[in-house]
């Protein structure tokens, strides 16, 4: 059965750090094309970031340059994004989402299998 199941999410502080974590099943991570979305309260679900298949090519969007990082771990079937100097407007439910086929992209659609959402709350 081809899932994926977020964690790592939580409460932290403004200016800390998370590391969220993708487990895939039924499936190489290395093999198709992993991204993270999150949502917020009454806003449309965003694009975090992407990392390619096979060669592992990763995009980010301009707004999430410099304090997101995307990797994986193919043994463990696993993609990982590490947040650094969270912000408040940084808290949503953050989801990972695998394309069925092609390359790095950030538009939902593309995307055929998700993850339940793990959240993601940045306050002092």
């Not at 190489?28 to 090519?57: H, L, M």
């Not at 940084?90 to 299998?113: E, H, I, M, N, Q």
């Amino acid at each position: 059965q081809v899932q994926l199941v977020e964690s790592g999410g939580g409460l932290v502080q403004p200016g800390g750090s998370l590391r969220l974590s993708c487990a895939a099943s039924g499936f190489t991570v290395d093999s198709y094309t992993i991204a993270w979305f999150r949502q917020a309260p009454g806003k449309e679900r965003e694009g975090v970031s992407c990392i390619r298949s096979g060669n592992g090519g990763t995009y980010y969007p301009d707004s999430m340059k410099g304090r997101f990082t995307i990797s994986r771990d193919n043994v463990n079937y696993t993609v990982y994004l590490q947040m650094n100097s969270l912000k408040p407007e940084d808290t949503a439910v953050y989801y990972c989402a695998k394309r069925s086929l092609g390359g790095c992209s950030l538009r939902p659609l593309y995307f055929d299998v998700w993850g339940q959402g793990t959240q993601v709350t940045v306050s002092a």
